[in-house]
């Protein structure tokens, strides 16, 4: 996979990320890490390196309703956990079942690109901190 141009820049952004491992940094968490290896760089620098690495194919982006956009620079088959107190992601490695081809067959009408599945749930540094919420959500049904 060749990059247009691998810049300092876009080189320092996309090693930031990768040396993120098990963190999914937003573009504002990105851009200080980044500073401290290319001081002069921009805020818009590193917001248009990011749309570059996505569009080429080097990260992941990770959305959710009202946050930042998260990147992921791990394209590994993975699911991720979201905890519901510290917003952290959480990667999963399990095996994935081939739901992209079910659905392909039984909707061929629609060109499906990809599948992003979400746990919710508590990480173990909230379930400390947090023992009453633990309690209340063991057994429940999650929302599917």
Same mark, same amino acid.
């Given at each position: 996979m060749g990059m247009k141009r691998?810049?300092?820049?876009?080189? #320092?952004?996309? !090693?930031?990320i990768r040396q993120a491992k098990g963190h999914h940094p937003d573009a #504002?968490?990105?851009? #200080?890490?980044?500073?401290?290896?290319?001081?002069? /760089?921009? $805020?818009?620098?590193?917001?248009?390196?990011l749309d570059? $690495?996505? *569009?080429?194919? =080097?990260?992941?982006?990770?959305?959710?309703?009202?946050? #930042?956009?998260?990147? !992921?620079?791990n394209l590994d088959g993975h699911l991720h956990m979201l905890c519901r107190h510290c917003h *952290?992601?959480?990667? /999963?490695?399990?095996p994935l079942p081939d739901l992209v081809?079910?659905?392909r067959a039984k909707y061929p009408e629609l060109t499906i690109e990809r599948v992003q599945v !979400? =746990?919710?749930?508590?990480?173990?540094?909230?379930? !400390?901190?947090?023992?009453?919420d633990t309690e209340s959500s063991v057994g429940q049904t999650p929302h599917i």
């Open positions: 691998l810049t300092k820049q876009r080189r #320092a952004v996309l !090693e930031v #504002a968490w990105v851009y #200080a890490e980044v500073r401290k290896r290319v001081p002069h /760089i921009s $805020l818009g620098t590193v917001y248009r390196t570059v $690495l996505v *569009e080429e194919g =080097y990260l992941l982006p990770l959305s959710r309703p009202g946050e #930042a956009l998260r990147y !992921e620079a *952290e992601y959480f990667d /999963i490695v399990h081809s079910e659905v !979400e =746990y919710q749930g508590l990480c173990p540094r909230c379930q !400390e901190k947090h023992p009453r």
